[in-house]
């Protein structure tokens, strides 16, 4: 099965700029989807499509994916940023979904 | 404004079963494929299950394979697992969860989820 890698944990301080990367076998040939989970709450998209933004998520997160890394960028950090984030994929050849495991963003 | 309710939770034994259910509202149910996400207590997330619009397409994760079986009712817009021979390790907070579009393609994304159900596996 498709394996999605993430590092547990990033640390910014405010105002900086944050990457989160999810690492697959050629994950540049799939559609990647990342989800912002706040401690006590749902998963929320914030990118989907490598790098398209639902509406109401700010300009501020931005995505990109190419050969075996995607990469989940938040530019000028606010400390309300500070959560869980989560790649996602869908693994056409057994039909099911695929997580990262996850990264925690620390605002310092 | 779409919102999913899941319900159905608790505390069961382990080889026993529970069925959960999902009430979906504030979109035409039957034009969306729908999934079940689970995420254990403290840890990340996993995609259980998924089905299509008209239950034509159907995927489970390995982990639940042959115990867990997912269906809709497009008349009722809901959304159910039920659940069989039940593990410790299916303990977890349970999150129906919205697709972007009617099947189960290579381009299946999750939005938006609902607040979860409970589900406690333990003797």
């Known amino acids: 099965s498709y394996v999605l890698t993430q590092p547990p944990s990033v640390s910014v301080a405010p105002g900086k700029t944050a990457r989160i990367t999810c690492g697959g076998n050629?994950?540049?040939?799939?559609?990647v989807h990342w989800y912002q989970q706040k401690p006590g709450q749902a998963p929320v998209l914030v990118i989907y499509?490598?790098?398209d933004r639902p509406s109401g998520i700010p300009e501020r997160f931005s995505g990109s994916n190419s050969g075996n890394t995607a990469t989940l960028t938040i530019s000028r950090v606010e400390a309300g940023d500070e959560a869980d984030y989560y790649c996602?994929?869908?693994?056409?050849?057994?039909?099911?979904?695929?997580f990262g495991g996850g990264t925690k963003l620390t605002v310092l | 404004e779409v919102q999913l309710v899941e319900s159905g939770g608790g505390l069961v034994q382990p080889g026993r079963s529970l069925r959960l259910s999902c009430a979906a509202s504030?979109?035409?149910?039957?034009?969306?494929?729908m999934h079940w996400v689970r995420q254990a207590p403290g840890k990340g997330l996993e995609w259980v299950s998924g089905?299509?619009?008209?239950?034509?397409?159907?995927g489970y994760a390995d982990s639940v394979k042959g115990r867990f079986t997912i269906s809709r009712d497009n008349a009722k817009n809901s959304l159910y697992l039920q659940m069989n021979s039940l593990r410790a390790e299916d303990t977890a907070l349970y999150y129906c969860?919205?697709?972007?579009?009617?099947?189960?393609?290579?381009?299946?994304?999750?939005?938006?989820w609902g607040q979860g159900t409970l589900v406690t596996v333990s003797s």
């Open positions: 969860a919205k697709d972007i579009g009617p099947s189960l393609s290579q381009d299946n994304w999750f939005d938006p």
């Open positions: 504030g979109f035409t149910f039957d034009d969306y494929a």
């Open positions: 089905i299509s619009w008209n239950s034509g397409s159907i």
């Open positions: 050629n994950i540049g040939s799939k559609s």
């Open positions: 499509y490598d790098s």
């Open positions: 996602q994929v869908w693994d056409s050849s057994s039909d099911s979904g695929v």
